[in-house]
C-alpha cells in the first residue's frame, strides 16, 4: 500500500505542474500584446514666461587689518556695525539682512631663504542682503559703500513669489503640447484618444550673478539707474498620449 502510494503523488503533483506550466504563457502574453495592440505618442514641449523682476540679492563685506586678532576684529564688528545700520536707515529689513561669512586669519611676510614672519591679522564680515525696492537699490549700495563697506561682491536680480509666472509657463507648455499632439495625430491619420499621463520639469532659477563693478559704473554716471531687464521662466512638459484610427 505504502509504495503504490508514494509512485502516484508524485504522477499526480506533475501532471499539475504541467498544466499550470502550460497556462502560464497565455497569461504572460496577454498584458503585453494589450499594451503592444494600442498605439501612443510621445512628446514634449516648452513653456517660457518672461517677466521683471522685484528683488535683487547683493553680497558685500567688510575687511580690516590689525596687529592683533583682538583688535581686527573690534574694528571690522565696528565698522560692519555702521555698514548695516545704513542698510536698515536705507529701508533693508533686518530679515533680509544675513551674515554669510566671518574669517580671522593671520598675515604672513615671505622672505627668500627666510620663514614666514607674522605681520597681523585681517578679520573680514561678508552679509548677503536682498532689496525688495529696485528703485531705491543704486542708493541702497551708495550707502554702504559710505557707511565703510569695502568688498561688493555680485548682484542677482530674483522674483519674490515666482508662482504666477510658473502657472503662465505651464498653460503655455501646455498649449504647445496639445497643438504638437493634434499635428502628429492629423498627419499620421489618427485621432487622440486619452491623455495617458503628463509630466513636468523645470521651473524658477533665479538668475545667476553680475560683476558688481558693472553696477558701480552705471551708479558713478549721474547715478543711473540700475536696469535689472527680464527674468525667463520656463516650464517642460511630456505626455504620452493614446492614439486610435
Known amino acids: 500500500m505504502t509504495a503504490m502510494i508514494s509512485r502516484t503523488a508524485p504522477i499526480a503533483l506533475a501532471g499539475v505542474l504541467l498544466a499550470a506550466a502550460a ?26 514666461t518672461k517677466i521683471a523682476p522685484d528683488m535683487a540679492t547683493i553680497t558685500l563685506g567688510v575687511q580690516n587689518d590689525a596687529p592683533t586678532a583682538a583688535a581686527a576684529l573690534s574694528a571690522n564688528a565696528a565698522q560692519m556695525n555702521k555698514v548695516v545700520a545704513a542698510l536698515k536707515k536705507a529701508g533693508v529689513a533686518e530679515r533680509d539682512i544675513q551674515t554669510s561669512n566671518l574669517n580671522v586669519n593671520p598675515q604672513y611676510v615671505y622672505e627668500q631663504n627666510q620663514p614666514p614672519k607674522l605681520n597681523g591679522y585681517q578679520a573680514s564680515n561678508q552679509v548677503t542682503i536682498q532689496v525688495r525696492d529696485l528703485a531705491k537699490l543704486g542708493q541702497t549700495v551708495d550707502a554702504t559703500v559710505n557707511a565703510g563697506a569695502t568688498n561688493v561682491g555680485g548682484i542677482s536680480f530674483g522674483l519674490q513669489n515666482p508662482q504666477a509666472a510658473e502657472d503662465a509657463a505651464r498653460l503655455d507648455a501646455v498649449r504647445a503640447l ?30 545667476p550673478p553680475v560683476p558688481m563693478f558693472a553696477m558701480a559704473k552705471r551708479m558713478e554716471a549721474d547715478s543711473s539707474p540700475v536696469s535689472g531687464g527680464e527674468l525667463k521662466v520656463r516650464i517642460d512638459v511630456s505626455a504620452t498620449y493614446e492614439l486610435a484610427k
Open 23 to 48: 497556462a502560464l504563457p497565455a497569461f504572460a502574453q496577454s498584458a503585453p500584446d494589450a499594451a503592444f495592440r494600442a498605439t501612443t505618442l510621445n512628446l514634449s514641449a516648452t513653456g517660457e
Open 178 to 207: 496639445q497643438t504638437k499632439a493634434d499635428l502628429y495625430a492629423k498627419a499620421t491619420g489618427y485621432k487622440i484618444v486619452r491623455l495617458v499621463n503628463i509630466g513636468e520639469g523645470g521651473g524658477y532659477t533665479p538668475a
